[in-house]
């Protein structure tokens, strides 16, 4: 079993509509939790971070997070094609951060 | 304020040479971890240094090691080089360690041929 699954995709949504980004975690000890968005050809770039169970909203995105469960999601609200990119789920515990191997978002016009 | 700067961009080497890479943290930041990232085995975690000390490390043989300098700056050296080597190197900049996420540089493109 993976440390940190996400399903490759590509997941594809209209424009306007609401992206939900899955991700699922192995270390039941793990503290942080994270979403990263990395364009073609681009570096991972943080867009959320969550530590604690619930929702964390920041503009259109809300991370959710569910523990017990290990279970850790992203909501887009109001997809735009500027937000068509890979995103990575990305689990921390003391000793490092563990990255899911991304999936592709695609936004249609 | 500056970013997390990586040199060089873009690496062509053969096999069996040796390459050294560089990263600049942002300015404040006293950790510095390394990444692999290839389109199979997405990111793959080297290692991390924190206050010139290598705290964590991956599963990468030992081909692979690194250092951390007293500005915080490191770098990432890969000797005998194999095909399997071609990749993106990610250095990735945090103000400590634990998990307050990380900031990317633009990565180092190796070319093993």
């Known amino acids: 079993q993976k440390e940190v699954e996400q399903n490759s995709g590509p997941l594809s949504v209209p424009e306007g509509a609401i992206a939900s980004l899955n991700c699922t975690y192995s270390d039941r000890v793990s503290q942080s939790f994270f979403w990263y968005r990395q364009y073609s050809g681009k570096s991972p770039e943080l867009i959320m971070s969550i530590y604690s169970n619930g929702d964390k909203e920041d503009g259109r995105f809300t991370a959710q997070l569910n523990k017990a469960s290990q279970y850790v999601s992203l909501l887009i609200r109001d997809s735009q094609p500027s937000d068509s990119a890979t995103y990575l789920c990305a689990v921390g515990g003391y000793q490092k951060v563990t990255f899911g191997t991304g999936t592709k978002l695609q936004v249609i016009p | ?113």
């Open chain 2, 1 to 113: 304020k500056a970013g997390v700067t990586q040199t060089p961009r873009y690496l062509i080497k053969t096999r069996g040479q040796q390459v050294t890479l560089s990263c600049s943290p942002i300015s404040g930041h006293r950790s510095v971890s390394w990444y692999q990232q290839t389109p199979g085995q997405g990111l793959q975690f080297l290692f991390e240094y924190f206050s010139e000390t290598q705290r964590n490390k991956g599963n990468f043989p030992g081909r692979f090691s690194g250092r951390q300098f007293s500005n915080s700056r490191s770098e990432m050296n890969v000797s005998t080089l194999e095909l399997g080597d071609s990749a993106l190197y990610l250095c990735a900049s945090s103000f400590t360690r634990g998990s307050y996420g990380y900031t990317f540089g633009s990565g180092t493109r190796l070319t093993v041929v």
